[in-house]
């Protein structure tokens, strides 16, 4: 029995100055996003899992919980970070020069985040203009889907989507 007790032991000794002289340390738990995530989505337990890995490979700011609205697209299996989090809303990473406009999504085709797309109105004869050109997906509600739109084409966007005569050129990736 004593014998036994001393090999678990030094079993056990020997595992954790493995672990301790691994190049990159010790193992530490983190959490990494459990599916990709979106700017704009507030962070719930189901949004992320604990994975445990090298301590030195561990960004700075690595979240202890899952707290917090999205500001930077989160990759599954990426450990979350306080620079992926902002002040929430669609709205939290637009670039610069950019506005968040809302459209409704019954008229719109099947879209999806990231996608990018330029906007057409037309006017009262039916000539078609280009309103918005490179828009970016950001989110898609219920029944909205959000544009970030150059902010000098946020009014006739919003205009034409307002009236019905919004219509979406999808782009290649």
């Known amino acids: 029995m004593a014998g036994a007790l001393l090999a678990t032991v030094a079993l056990l000794a020997a595992a954790i100055g493995h672990a301790a002289a691994t190049p990159y340390g010790p193992p530490t738990t983190v959490l990494v996003a459990a599916r990709d995530l979106l700017p704009g989505d507030v962070l719930t337990d189901a949004d992320l899992r604990r994975r445990t890995v090298p301590r030195d490979l561990v960004p700075d700011g690595a979240l202890q919980r899952a707290d917090g609205v999205l500001a930077a697209a989160l990759p599954s299996g990426a450990i979350a970070t ?67 739109v150059d902010a000098g084409d946020a009014v006739p966007v919003t205009g034409a989507a307002a009236i019905g005569s919004l219509a979406v050129v999808v782009l290649p990736p």
């Not at 004869?125 to 898609?140: E, K, M, P, S």
């Open 82 to 148: 306080d620079r992926h989090l902002g002040e929430g809303g669609v709205a939290a990473s637009l670039p610069a020069g950019r506005v968040a406009v809302a459209v409704a999504a019954d008229r719109l085709p099947t879209l999806t985040a990231g996608s990018r797309a330029d906007l057409i109105g037309a006017d009262h004869d039916g000539r078609a203009t280009t309103l918005g050109r490179n828009a970016i997906v950001l989110a898609i509600e219920a029944e909205t889907v959000w544009f970030a």
